[in-house]
């Protein structure tokens, strides 16, 4: 199979969100996706970037992703946090997913980076042992914590509300 793994472009980020739902599809979670292809374009290409990105190219056409950013560790130091690695469905097994899983390595290396970090559900068997056969340890024991939207603006208006 032949692809490239190359960093993505603005004009990359149509087949990027064809991907992104193609995710929210498998994670029974379809309609989450609110992101758009302007936002991707402003948000990872403009004078401060959000974040990076890698593409599998195969036969002119985005076929897989690695999405990732910065962030810092309080316990280590320089991190980033892999948001996703997607590999269209039926190119898994190809060797699409190791490839950006290496360059996502190797920016952080790069970078010199303590860390990297990402989530995976604990129902989804395949990537775990994807990534536990390249060295990642899966820690069970941790539990995500998120605010969405709403929640923050709860939050907000009970902080303003609180300070009348």
Same mark, same amino acid.
């Given at each position: 199979? $032949? ?8 004009? $990359? ?13 498998? =994670?029974?979670?379809?309609? *989450? ?15 401060? /970037?959000?974040?990076?990105? !890698? ?9 897989? #992703?690695?999405?990732? !950013? ?34 996502? #390595? ?18 989804? =068997? /395949?990537? #775990? ?6 060295? *990642? ?5 941790? $539990? ?21």
């Amino acid at each position: 199979m $032949d692809f490239t793994i190359r960093k993505a472009t603005s004009s $990359d980020m149509p087949g990027v969100l064809t991907l992104i739902k193609q995710l929210a599809e498998f =994670e029974k979670e379809p309609n *989450a996706v609110e992101v758009t292809v302007k936002d991707l374009e402003k948000d990872g290409f403009g004078k401060n /970037p959000s974040f990076f990105c !890698y593409v599998a190219e195969v036969n002119s056409k985005v076929e897989g #992703i690695a999405l990732g !950013y910065n962030r810092y560790s309080t316990w280590k130091g320089k991190a980033i946090h892999l948001e996703d690695l997607i590999v269209n469905k039926s190119f898994r097994g190809t060797g699409i997913g190791t490839a950006l899983l290496n360059e996502i #390595i190797k920016h952080g290396y790069k970078l010199g980076v303590k860390r990297i970090n990402w989530e995976v559900l604990d129902w989804n =068997e /395949p990537a #775990i042992n994807f990534y536990e056969s390249k060295g *990642a340890r899966v820690m069970r024991d941790w $539990d995500v914590v998120q605010m969405n939207e709403e929640s923050i603006k709860n939050y907000i208006a009970k902080l303003d509300n609180a300070s009348l």
